[in-house]
């Protein structure tokens, strides 16, 4: 990626020009994607989220378990659509675009699988090049070249499986990067991770900066979050405040969140 410069790609969806990176406008979803029906109180997994992302923030998404951080990221990627409200992606609805590099947890992902470091990295090229197009030099180059920027061009030939999960959350950054994401969506990456390898991630991402890439992240640490990132959003099924740091962090709004049960990392 070059900062200050874009260049349309093949596949997927034009930008709109000055579009915020992601706008919510009363989202709702229920769990599995379906709202409970035949309740009094229904519960939802998501309710009424409306806010918008600028190009190129870094955005904190805390809250206690089962808050919809999870769900809100499948949202955002298209993999997920919500029961009613509207999502812009750079102004387009979120299906179609290849901007948006989406990891999970890493509980989530099925590490035995028989890749190679850099094949993984190659599946963020697939979107720019097509299905149907065999990588070329240009491709590697890349490849590569994001490899080397995360710090793991050594890991190159190993299997995925055999990696540290440091070494495995800067595989799928590195991926993001060959993919040339503007929206990156972290689920929870710092979970396991020793503090020099969490500052070691978080240097990446400030990294990121540079290239303009919007963040979102997932996390359970508080501290990390408001020393680290633009803006924090505190969740709980609905936003309970979006705000600077040091707003959004209010006793008020940390009691209205976790209902007195909130445990420092």
Not at 39 to 68: D, K, Q
Request: aromatic letters at 4%; proline letters at 5%.
């Amino acid at each position: 990626m070059t900062q200050g410069k874009r260049i349309a790609a093949p596949h997927g969806i034009a930008h709109e020009p000055g579009a915020p990176t992601l706008e919510m406008d009363d989202v709702w979803a229920g769990y599995n994607g379906r709202l409970t029906a035949g309740s009094a109180a229904p519960r939802h997994a998501l309710e009424a989220l409306t806010f918008r992302v600028e190009r190129g923030e870094r955005v904190a998404i805390v809250g206690p378990n089962g808050a919809g951080k999870s769900t809100l990221f499948k949202i955002i990627a298209g993999t997920l659509r919500p029961d009613r409200g509207r999502v812009t992606i750079f102004g387009h609805g979120p299906d179609g675009h290849i901007c948006i590099a989406y990891v999970p947890q890493r509980n989530l992902v099925d590490w035995n699988f028989p890749v190679t470091v850099e094949d993984v990295v190659m599946m963020g090229r697939i979107g720019q090049i097509g299905l149907l197009r065999r990588p070329g030099k240009s491709d590697w180059a890349t490849v590569r070249a994001a490899l080397g920027r995360v710090g793991a061009a050594g890991l190159a030939h190993k299997h995925i499986g055999e990696l540290s999960g440091g070494q495995q959350q800067r595989v799928f950054l590195a991926r993001a990067l060959a993919q040339e994401a503007e929206l990156l969506l972290l689920d929870e990456p710092l979970n396991g991770l020793d503090i020099p390898t969490q500052d070691a991630i978080m240097g990446i991402l400030d990294d990121l900066r540079r290239d303009g890439v919007t963040v979102l992240l997932a996390t359970h640490d508080l501290d990390m979050a408001a020393e680290r990132f633009d803006r924090i959003m505190l969740l709980n099924r609905r936003v309970v405040a979006f705000e600077s740091p040091a707003t959004a962090l209010r006793a008020e709004n940390l009691l209205h969140a976790y209902g007195g049960h909130l445990h420092h990392p």
